[in-house]
């Protein structure tokens, strides 16, 4: 314990003790060196010459000294082993004694003991330099220099002083921290002017420990001002709400127009397996996005952040699944938006993805269902104008009036899910995080403002714990699970739709080359049709009857999925979940 400064100090306490006693003993030896008067030798009415010692003035001398001795004898038993906060919480506590003479004597080694104590609170707050050679301090440093402000240092509570309370300790360890926090992260130092230092650290400076409380002010007021200062360097010069925004625009898919522009280039692309996708490609595609669309008149740091990465793929997967947008979060930003809830964003940004595939998909199920009632149409012209009857085309516009009703299904749903999180659940959350930052009066309450924004974000967007984050991932049970089934069980509504457009285009194309072979016949003054045609082909009844099967079981699927989630959204004891399941309750549809 050679480099335990309060130890020492204690200790020198301890001499300076035994040092007044040798100091006693020296005078009452010497007094016991004069030889008393001898009864009878004195005269009448002449008074003792003083200076001797007795036995009952021994008593009387050692009376108090003693009692200190064998509380000094006491006290050093008692700690032998200690140092630190713990040494100082030990001789305070026998300093609670009844006898007002142990109480002084134990108050005056206290007050010696505590002022390295006060020296390494004043160094570590002002300084932010961490004193503690012999581990005696009760802010310690894990020695690492990754994440700083959350794992740098921490709080011994077992070398806390007990007169300084828990609150003020998190107030001292915060000061510190922050002053390194702007010298790593920044290069930033000064956090005050000169004067307004020196008043502080007059201020600062204490004669006893039980007298704290202009002490406690001046170190309030200090980390006030150093709280203020990094604060503003994190809100001005590093622009942390504008990045959160960003995050909220992109990786959260507010940025509307850029976000389909994007879709729309990457479409054809994603739908490639996995493991033939280029992420330079892709970041190409990105800034050909960017670039067409309102995100071109964003911050130039803003999009130097934004990027595409891909997940390991598996050799099921295509580019849909492991397709990720990032936004590179550096310090001293990365403190407060880890990577873990980098990892938060990433797993909404998947959701909100896939519900933005969903209503793309569905989309071009629409255009598919168009162009083929158009090509009904001239079919049925065609028909009725040169007699030539189709097979097949009449079932087929009833199996396109069911694709339409499914179709308008799937998109109420899917509109009515991306509306309560993008509105009931992302807008709300982030105009109580805009307030909460606004109210910030340290770092702590900002990180814990962010964590409450994104678990909020989190859990209302039906993310909890027991759900893995890929579509394609094995989870059968949960709310994620039945949602990431509900959405494949959408996407796949392209491969029935597309089998009947290309019939319908095949005997569209037929019913037209016969069509324009009667024309020809007729410019030659031929008959239009002999006995030797062979009849239209049309929409084969097989082929009907399978889709027809395919896309009645798909509705039944869909709808009962549909019912098993809304019972399940039910179960929820969140409030807000009551908009949702009346939202999408099937029951009036």
């Not at 001898?38 to 050692?62: D, E, I, M, N």
């Not at 142990?102 to 932010?128: I, K």
């Not at 399940?568 to 399941?581: G, M, P």
Request: with cysteine; hydrophobic share 40%; aromatic share 8%.
């Amino acid at each position: 314990m050679a480099g335990s400064t309060i130890r020492q100090s204690f200790c020198s306490a301890l001499q300076a003790e035994v040092a007044e006693f040798y100091r006693l003993m020296a005078v009452l030896q010497e007094q016991s060196t004069r030889e008393a008067p001898k009864p009878g030798s004195l005269s009448s009415g002449q008074s003792a010459p003083g200076g001797y010692l007795t036995l009952r003035r021994l008593v009387v001398w050692l009376a108090e000294p003693l009692v200190r001795m064998r509380g000094l004898a006491g006290i050093a038993d008692a700690t032998a082993h200690l140092q630190g906060g713990e040494l100082v919480n030990a001789v305070e506590a026998l300093a609670q004694h009844g006898d007002a003479l142990v109480q002084h004597f134990v108050s005056r080694v206290m007050e010696q003991m505590c002022q390295p104590l006060f020296q390494m609170v004043t160094e570590w707050v002002f300084n932010g330099r961490l004193s503690n050679a012999g581990n005696e301090f009760f802010v310690t440093s894990n020695g690492s220099t990754d994440d700083l402000w959350r794992t740098g240092y921490r709080l011994n509570e077992g070398m806390r002083p007990t007169f300084i309370t828990r609150q003020m300790a998190c107030t001292i360890l915060r000061a510190g921290k922050s002053i390194n926090f702007l010298r790593q992260c920044s290069s930033e130092g000064d956090w005050i002017n000169g004067k307004q230092r020196s008043a502080m650290l007059a201020a600062a400076h204490t004669p006893s420990y039980r007298q704290l409380a202009s002490w406690e002010h001046a170190i309030s007021d200090a980390a006030a001002a150093i709280d203020k200062h990094l604060l503003s360097t994190v809100f001005i010069k590093y622009s942390f709400v504008k990045h959160c925004d960003a995050l909220k625009r992109y990786l959260l898919l507010g940025q509307g127009d850029f976000i389909q522009t994007l879709m729309d280039l990457l479409g054809p692309d994603l739908g490639k397996k996995a493991q033939e996708m280029s992420e330079y490609q892709l970041n190409g595609s990105l800034d050909a996005a960017i670039r067409a669309s309102n995100a071109q008149f964003d911050d130039a740091d803003v999009l130097d952040r934004l990027r595409v990465k891909l997940a390991k793929p598996t050799p099921l997967e295509t580019g849909w699944d492991v397709f990720i947008l990032w936004y590179d979060m550096k310090e001293p930003l990365s403190s407060i938006i880890t990577g873990q809830a980098m990892s938060g964003y990433l797993r909404l940004f998947r959701l909100l993805w896939t519900l933005k595939r969903v209503e793309h998909t569905l989309n071009r199920v629409w255009q598919v269902m168009s162009g083929m009632q158009r090509q009904l149409t001239i079919i049925r012209t065609l028909s009725s104008q040169y007699g030539l009857p189709c097979p097949g085309v009449e079932s087929v516009w009833l199996e396109l009036r069911h694709c339409h009703c499914l179709r308008n299904e799937m998109a109420h749903f899917c509109t009515d899910l991306q509306t309560y999180i993008m509105f009931e659940v992302l807008e709300t959350a982030w105009d109580i995080f805009m307030r909460q930052l606004q109210a910030a009066t340290d770092l702590d309450t900002v990180i814990a403002a962010h964590t409450q924004y994104l678990d909020t974000l989190l859990k209302k967007a039906l993310l909890d714990d027991s759900v893995v984050d890929r579509p394609g991932s094995a989870a059968q049970n949960g709310l994620q699970g039945h949602l990431h089934r509900i959405l494949r069980h959408m996407l796949n509504l392209m491969g029935p739709v597309a089998r009947l457009n290309e019939a319908v285009a095949t005997a569209a194309a037929e019913l037209k080359g016969r069509a324009d072979l009667i024309k020809h016949r007729q410019s030659l003054s031929q008959w239009g049709t002999t006995d030797q045609d062979k009849e239209l082909t049309g929409v084969p009844q097989d082929m009907l009857n399978e889709l027809h099967t395919l896309l009645h079981d798909s509705n039944q699927e869909f709808r009962r999925q549909q019912q098993d989630f809304v019972h399940l959204l039910a179960t929820q004891a969140h409030v807000d979940l009551r908009y949702l399941i009346f939202r999408l309750d099937g029951s009036d549809i």
